[in-house]
């Protein structure tokens, strides 16, 4: 009873949020509000554009803008307009958190569209966003207000996404893959003379993390970003990783330099990782290494283990 009546008032402040903010709403776009920017200055955060800047970030922060009713005591009209400003924040919020791939098929909205339970969670999370910021300019007429939410962490959309769907049915059918092994190799002698023994190469130095460059493919940052051979096995699955590290850490870091992806990764412990360059798309959020990177990945990670610590950054244009 309780989740079909959150679901309920829930689609009611949605319907309210789509009449309410206009497209603009992520934007401080009128009035002179040197608080708000100066709030965002001091923390150093930025204003989130997209899902795929939120899982580069790792939150979610969005300013909606609002109007007061007309007459009524200034107080009222501070109240009003804030209250319009939170509205169009909200509103923002669920398009962005829409948009994040839990898996390179799936985002949250269709997640939410599959499953009740899903839809209730996301909707509380929207609820349960954080007041961070409200500033009311009364020569303008005009209020702001910033909402936040993690896209990490506690109550965080991760936290959410793994506890309604990943660990759920649903979404391990989705990730349900082949997982990669290392290929058994023929004794020599049984091979033709012609066709050389293959052994697998071997590194010269412990790598202790993963770095996939995927600057030239349109890869998607998601929560849920997996590594594959050519054979649509799978080396690298977040789903496999404990989800403690996910929540906290993410299934990668995501930068534009391999120079940021090594400071990143060295966050996490990994002070000698290899780089490998992608080589394609299997989805929007999973790429392919060549079988030979792959074997060397998978040799090094019998080593150090770094692929089960989520110890993995990925470059993006």
Known sequence: MHSIKTTLIMGMLVSVLMAAAPASADRIVSGDFDQGRSWLQKRNLDLTDSSREALTNGY??????????AGGSPARQRMTAIRAAEIGAYRRLAE???GVYVTGQTTVRECALESDVVKTGVSGLIKGARKVHEEWNPVDGVAVVFMQVGVRGSDSVAETLYNTYINAAPGQATLRTAAYVLPVQAPANAMP??????????????HDGLIVDARELGFQPALINRIFSSKGEALYDPSKVSQKILVEQGAGEYTNTIEKARAALEVRGAKTPMVVKAVGLKTMADLNVSDEDVMRIFLADQKSNFLASARVAFVLK
Do not use: C, Y
């Open 60 to 69: 979610i922060l969005v300013v909606g803008e609002g109007l007061p009713m």
């Open 96 to 98: 962005i958190i829409d």
């Open 193 to 206: 003379a012609s066709v050389p023994a293959m052994t697998p190469p071997v590194s010269t130095e412990a």
